[in-house]
């Protein structure tokens, strides 16, 4: 399945004193881009959560490229590079909405656990989620 981008307008709060976008943004981004693929998808992190499952980041990867700055638009593709029983990796790209110049590239890999912390087994519909080139 091919997704639009999800597109972000860089915030003033989200920019440091020299009104660059703040590396700590990018994580935020992330969380956003990811919450609009996985409803794409048909998946909700409030529904996941009302049935007592969590998406728990348990490791993060950024590589930053080129600086953005406040009112800049960038555009976050989100996809599936591996998949395990309790655990997904989602590969973000992020470039410069007006010109495609390449802004950063990260991952996150989010294990699936309970109320309690127990890691639990990928919903039926996560688990078979193809992988995206």
């Known amino acids: 399945m091919t ?48 049935d007592g499952l969590l998406l728990q980041v348990v490791e993060l990867d950024v590589r930053y490229r080129s600086s953005i700055t406040f009112d800049d638009e960038i555009l976050v593709t989100t996809r599936l590079v591996a998949r395990r029983r309790v655990a997904i990796t989602l590969g973000y790209e992020v470039v410069r909405a007006d010109d495609g110049t390449p802004v950063a590239s990260g991952r996150t890999t989010l294990a699936c656990v309970d109320g309690d912390g127990k890691l639990r087994r990928l919903p039926e519909g996560l688990e078979s989620l193809p992988l995206e080139a």
């Open 3 to 50: 997704d639009a981008p999800h597109r972000i307008r860089v915030r003033y709060c989200e920019t440091d004193r020299m009104g660059v976008a703040h590396h700590a943004a990018y994580v935020a981004w992330f969380e956003e881009a990811r919450t609009e693929w996985m409803r794409a998808r048909g998946w909700s992190y409030r529904q996941m959560e009302d």
